[in-house]
């Protein structure tokens, strides 16, 4: 079957997953991007019909009343995307890829954005970063994105990925203070987590993971060939051993750790992608990460008001 074209994979996002969001938000994307290109502008009383979200709690303890927070909102945002399309990417235990979902996703973000008037632009990393699309609003530069990631082929093999490699580029190119998404399956060499938090320093940054449910637990299915993603080494392996089963669960919940662990230590927000999620719900969980975010950067909600407070979408 054919590959459909740029303009097909973009018309069914917006038909079933822009469209659908449209409805959801009610046309209130600040929710989406809440956090990025706000400058404080001043403070004052807290008045009836003011969105709680906005009050200052550290304000309001010290003055003894509820103190809000008003904002100068930037007009434009500048986005950029840093994919990671190393060997690993292509795998997938059902019909979908995750180069799939990345494609997917980069799609319906940069369409939110870029019809908004904002800017996105585009890192592509395989063994090192070999393609920079500069930031550009517009239909056509999102059709024209996914165009270079739907023409560029798989790679069989290629260098062990290193994402400390690719982010040190990254904050080298990208200048301008931006909204930074870095989506990955973060198999890589460590030693990623201290780039990552400099990057997070300058960048409004989250973190996009995707993996596959096989990466985490593999089934009783007999004789297989496992093959290495990155540097194409194939093994076969007996699934039927419940002792091999036990030792890929516990190195790939070791790997987890670490990895959740080094997102911690960076200080990021973190949006998990899998290979059967439902763009759509993932989306809305992104939506519900830029709202804690902004509680915390406000000083928070009082510990007995956070298991209360609805934080479902207005």
Do not use: C
Not at 20 to 36: A, I, K, P, V
Not at 48 to 58: A, E, G, K
Not at 117 to 141: E, F, K, M, W
Request: hydrophobic share 40%.
């Amino acid at each position: 079957m054919s590959q459909p074209s740029p303009e097909a994979v973009l018309r069914r996002l917006e038909w079933t997953v822009i469209r659908r969001l449209d409805g959801m938000l009610h046309g209130n994307y600040r929710s989406l991007f809440r956090g990025f290109g706000l400058d404080l502008a001043d403070l004052r009383e807290y008045q009836v019909h003011d969105d709680v979200r906005h009050i200052d709690w550290n304000v309001t303890a010290r003055m003894q009343t509820p103190y809000v927070r008003e904002y100068n909102e930037d007009r434009e945002i500048t986005a950029w995307f840093l994919l990671d399309l190393s060997p690993s990417i292509d795998f997938g235990s059902t019909a979908i890829k995750k180069r799939a979902v990345l494609i997917d996703f980069l799609g319906v973000l940069a369409r939110l954005l870029t019809r908004h008037g904002n800017r996105t632009g585009v890192l592509l990393y395989g063994g090192g970063v070999d393609a920079v699309i500069h930031p550009r609003s517009g239909r056509q530069h999102v059709l024209h994105i996914l165009n270079r990631l739907m023409a560029r082929p798989e790679m069989s093999t290629a260098p062990e990925t290193d994402l400390s490699d690719f982010i040190t580029t990254a904050q080298q190119i990208i200048k301008r203070r931006s909204l930074v998404f870095l989506v990955s399956d973060f198999i890589s060499t460590p030693g990623w987590a201290e780039p990552l938090a400099r990057l997070a320093q300058r960048h409004e940054l989250v973190a996009v993971r995707l993996y596959d449910a096989l990466e985490m637990d593999l089934p009783d299915i007999g004789l297989i060939v496992m093959q290495d993603a990155e540097t194409g080494e194939q093994v076969f392996v007996d699934t039927h051993d419940k002792g091999f089963r036990k030792r890929f669960a516990a190195i790939a919940q070791a790997r987890e750790a670490e990895l959740r662990k080094a997102l911690s230590s960076a200080g990021v927000d973190t949006l998990e992608l899998s290979t059967t999620d439902d763009l759509i719900d993932a989306i809305l969980r992104f939506v519900d990460l830029r709202k804690r975010r902004s509680y915390r950067a406000g000083g928070g909600l009082p510990k007995h008001l956070e298991a209360s407070h609805d934080l479902s979408v207005a």
